[in-house]
């Protein structure tokens, strides 16, 4: 079976944004709330959260407001450079992206005055993109 190619992965991958204002909070606990994500390394825990649980969690420093994009990759660790692909269009429209990867999604955040941008971009390059 031949690997499909970058530009079909790209077409056949939904963007989903969803709704809501994200934050990314410095702490050295993840503490109450249901977080999007919550990661750990030998310097620091860094939570991050939807704004109605930033006044629950105790951080040291944070940074304000993110708009949370899915993108169901349609054939997860198939397409080389589709994570390139995603950043170089986001840089291509002069906009700052944050990546999280799962087994089989990525996630993007862009800060939330970006988003019509980012969705504009990642349209003109092919994906799919709907807001939940």
Not at 29 to 35: K, R, S, T
Not at 103 to 123: F, N, Q, W
């Amino acid at each position: 079976m031949e690997t499909p190619g970058l530009d079909e992965v790209v077409r056949t991958s939904e963007v989903v944004v969803h709704p809501g204002r994200y934050a990314y909070l410095k702490t050295r606990q993840a503490g109450p709330g249901d977080h999007f994500l919550v990661a750990r390394d030998a310097d620091e825990v860094t939570v991050v959260t939807e704004e109605r649980n930033v006044a629950a969690t105790e951080h040291s420093e944070s940074t304000h407001w993110f708009v949370l994009m899915e993108i169901r990759v349609s054939m997860p660790f198939v397409a080389k450079g589709f994570l390139a692909k995603v950043t170089a269009t986001m840089a291509d429209v002069d906009l700052n992206v944050l990546v999280v990867s799962t087994y089989s999604k990525d996630y993007i955040m862009v800060k939330e005055e970006g988003l019509d941008t980012a969705i504009a971009a990642l349209r003109q390059v092919g994906f799919p993109v709907s807001e939940g």
